[in-house]
C-alpha cells in the first residue's frame, strides 16, 4: 500500500464517510487545510448522501485529480477533453479492480434511496462492508 491508501483506511476507520477519507487524505498535497477538505467532501459519502449513486470512494478520487489536474479555463476545450479523459480512466481502473462505480452494486443493496442515517461502525459492520478496502484502493489508484 501507499501514504495515502494507508491514511485513507485510517480516516475511514475513524467515522469519516469513504469520500471524505479519500480526499482528506491528499490534503496537504492538495494545499487545502484538513478540515476544508472534510467539509468539500462530506456531501459525497454513501453514493453521494446516501443515494447509493457513484461510490464516495471514486468521488474523492475524482475531487483528488480535479485539485491536482482539473482545468479553470472555461473555454479551453482541449483541456476538458483531456481532464474528463483522465477521469474517465479512473473510473475504468476502479470499475475494472471492483466490479462497479455505482455504490449499491458494490454493496449489494437493491436500494436506491437509502435512509439518511448512517450506520453506526462496530465490527459486524465492517465485516459486512467493503467501504474501508474501497477507499485504500481509490487512494492506491491515484498514487499509481
Known sequence: MSEHSDRAKE???????????VFAA???????????ALKIASSFGG?????????GAVSGMF??????YGGTDPTDQGAKAEHYKLIQALAKRFEKENG?????ELLGL???????QPEVRTEKYYKKRPCMEL???AAKILDE
Do not use: H, W
Open 11 to 21: 480516516l475511514f476507520k475513524k467515522g469519516y464517510n469513504c469520500s471524505q477519507a
Open 26 to 36: 491528499y490534503a496537504d498535497e492538495m494545499g487545502v487545510d484538513f478540515e476544508t
Open 47 to 55: 453514493g453521494m448522501g446516501r443515494l447509493r449513486e457513484v461510490c
Open 63 to 68: 475531487m483528488v485529480a480535479g485539485m491536482k
Open 100 to 104: 462497479s462505480i455505482i455504490c449499491r
Open 110 to 116: 437493491a436500494v436506491k434511496n437509502d435512509d439518511p
Open 135 to 137: 477507499v485504500e484502493r
